[in-house]
């Protein structure tokens, strides 16, 4: 047996599936509705979300399924039951994440945060992706979280479908994350219920879509806001 194995510190977790295949991207950014000008149009690649990891989930020291065990006897011990509330979990380039189910989401964290052996004090913010592929899910919301006390790092997410972008705000457990979480509004369109003032904070109030969805367009429509009419890229005077 080699000290790698021997150590477990670096043993990735395999997996119970190969992955998700939620669609086939072409070109180097996916733009589909207009002249590709990247120079990549010929790049096709599968895009493949990871699949669940089965136990052991390895980490530096086995340390990822001390932080599962403890995080699963903890919502235990409040009476909701881990399958409830975590909907997965992937080990993939040596990070471990830990999906949750929306509605569990607020307890989780607080779970997370104040439970001695966990002590995740420290969010440093929550990013948003967009997968149209991903039926059912396409919004996506990911918290990296990182406890000074035991000096770890770990990743939740949560998902919420197009037709309903709702995730709870994490506001009253990290109040960092406010700002965090009116740019992800702001961007993908998630809305966070319980926020204190969730309101756009980059793009101007009146601001039609949202900018980083893979659905928004690249250019070629006229745009309006504050009652000023910005047209499209190709109907744009030019000066050269």
Same mark, same amino acid.
């Given at each position: 047996?080699?000290?790698?194995?021997?150590?477990?510190?670096?043993? /990735?977790? /395999?997996?119970?599936?190969?992955?998700?295949?939620?669609?086939?991207?072409?070109?180097?950014?996916?733009?589909?509705?207009?002249?590709?000008?990247?120079?990549?149009?010929?790049?096709?690649?599968?895009?493949?979300? !990871?699949?669940?990891? +089965?136990? !052991?989930?390895?980490?530096?020291?086995? +340390?990822?399924?001390?932080?599962?065990?403890?995080?699963?006897?903890?919502? #235990?011990?409040?009476?909701?039951?881990?399958?409830?509330?975590?909907?997965?979990? +992937?080990?993939?380039?040596?990070?471990?994440?830990? @999906?949750?189910?929306?509605? @569990?989401?607020?307890?989780?964290?607080?779970?997370?945060?104040? *439970?001695?052996?966990?002590?995740? #004090?420290?969010?440093?913010? +929550?990013?948003?992706? @967009?997968?149209?592929? *991903?039926?059912?899910r396409e919004l996506h919301a990911v918290y990296h979280l990182?406890?000074?006390?035991?000096?770890?790092?770990?990743?939740?997410?949560?998902?919420? /479908?197009?037709? *309903?972008?709702?995730?709870?705000s994490l506001v009253a457990v990290y109040p960092t994350n406010?700002?965090?979480?009116?740019?992800?509004?702001d961007f993908f369109g998630l809305i966070f219920d319980g926020?204190?003032?969730?309101?756009?904070?980059?793009?101007?109030?009146?601001?039609?879509?949202? /900018?980083?969805?893979?659905?928004?367009?690249?250019?070629?429509?006229?745009?309006?806001?504050?009652?000023?009419?910005?047209?499209?890229?190709?109907?744009?005077?030019?000066?050269?």
């Amino acid at each position: 047996m080699s000290d790698e194995q021997q150590s477990g510190n670096n043993v /990735p977790s /395999p997996r119970d599936d190969t992955g998700e295949v939620i669609g086939v991207r072409k070109g180097m950014f996916g733009a589909n509705n207009g002249g590709d000008t990247s120079g990549y149009g010929g790049l096709v690649r599968t895009v493949t979300l !990871p699949g669940a990891s +089965v136990r !052991p989930y390895g980490g530096p020291g086995g +340390v990822f399924d001390e932080i599962a065990d403890e995080l699963e006897g903890a919502l #235990e011990e409040q009476g909701l039951a881990p399958e409830s509330a975590i909907v997965k979990t +992937v080990v993939d380039r040596a990070e471990i994440t830990f @999906h949750i189910a929306r509605e @569990h989401l607020v307890q989780v964290a607080r779970t997370l945060r104040d *439970d001695p052996a966990l002590r995740f #004090e420290l969010c440093t913010g +929550v990013s948003g992706v @967009h997968f149209p592929g *991903d039926q059912g899910r396409e919004l996506h919301a990911v918290y990296h979280l990182r406890s000074l006390t035991h000096g770890r790092l770990i990743r939740l997410e949560v998902s919420a /479908p197009d037709a *309903d972008p709702h995730v709870p705000s994490l506001v009253a457990v990290y109040p960092t994350n406010d700002w965090h979480e009116r740019e992800t509004y702001d961007f993908f369109g998630l809305i966070f219920d319980g926020h204190p003032a969730l309101t756009r904070i980059m793009m101007p109030d009146d601001w039609q879509g949202f /900018p980083q969805r893979k659905d928004y367009p690249l250019g070629g429509i006229p745009l309006e806001y504050k009652g000023a009419q910005i047209p499209a890229p190709d109907q744009r005077r030019s000066y050269s």
